[in-house]
């Protein structure tokens, strides 16, 4: 059996916190060594709450524990093309929940936001947005996919994660970095997200899933053929080791793949 992604299951929301906060910042310190920035994906969902409380709690005053978000570089896995203040915007939520309580003396991040003047024309802000990977990462005949340190995502009941639904035809996009969906099956339709190559070529990429709500989906997704072949478990494959999970104990009831102890 190849390598596979790990899981990592907690009593409670306040450890999850804490485990992810090392987590990240690990990612963090690993990216400032590598190129003096830290490059990073977030998708929507509870997760932007849930990197608020790990990342704006106190610092235990080292290095390893310090978060540098004037190093930071902010992309979105998915947005939904809709006004940055409107209630779908995963910008706006990012910014209610952890960008706008950032205090002054840890810096704030470069945040790459969709240009609303395509809200119309899905395609060309998806196209719109690859170049502004593209600015980031070198062009893309340099190039063949960004390499993001972290991309930190949700997993929706039915298996999906970014923008990418089960059994869609955007799941084969191999060419593009962005890709443009009008048709998603959960409301707004109209959406823009980073295709699965995208995803897995990520140096680390991590799923957060809590509560008894997620608890069927992650075990057809850890525990069955069938959820190979969803979205998450298509990351699952593809990124392998470099996937981690953070769950607490309610969202894998009944679930048999083997835990991880520690980081």
């Not at 709450?49 to 998915?78: H, Q, Y």
């Amino acid at each position: 059996m190849g390598k596979q992604a790990n899981l990592y299951t907690f009593a409670d929301n306040d450890t999850l916190t804490k485990t992810l906060r090392s987590y990240v910042l690990q990612c963090q310190n690993a990216g400032l060594e590598r190129h003096g920035a830290f490059k990073v994906a977030v998708s929507g969902g509870s997760l932007p709450n849930t990197l608020a409380e790990a990342l704006l709690a106190p610092s235990n005053g080292t290095a390893e524990d310090t978060v540098r978000f004037d190093k930071w570089e902010i992309f979105f896995a998915d947005e939904r093309a809709v006004p940055l203040d409107h209630d779908d915007s995963n910008y706006r939520l990012l910014k209610d929940e952890l960008i706008g309580k950032i205090p002054e003396d840890m810096g704030k991040p470069d945040v790459h936001t969709i240009d609303v003047q395509y809200l119309d024309d899905v395609q060309e802000m998806a196209d719109q947005y690859q170049e502004e990977l593209m600015r980031s990462f070198a062009a893309k005949d340099s190039v063949k996919l960004p390499i993001f340190d972290l991309i930190l995502l949700g997993c929706g009941p039915d298996g999906h994660t970014c923008s990418l639904f089960p059994n869609h035809e955007l799941l084969r996009e191999s060419d593009a970095w962005v890709a443009a969906i009008s048709d998603s099956p959960k409301p707004p339709a109209k959406r823009i997200t980073f295709t699965l190559p995208v995803v897995t070529h990520g140096i680390k990429i991590a799923f957060v899933a809590t509560g008894e709500g997620k608890k069927d989906i992650l075990k057809k997704i850890l525990d069955s053929d069938e959820g190979r072949s969803l979205p998450c478990g298509l990351v699952n494959e593809g990124g392998a080791e470099k996937v981690s999970w953070f769950t607490d104990s309610k969202a894998v009831q009944g679930v048999g793949y083997p835990r991880r102890g520690s980081l």
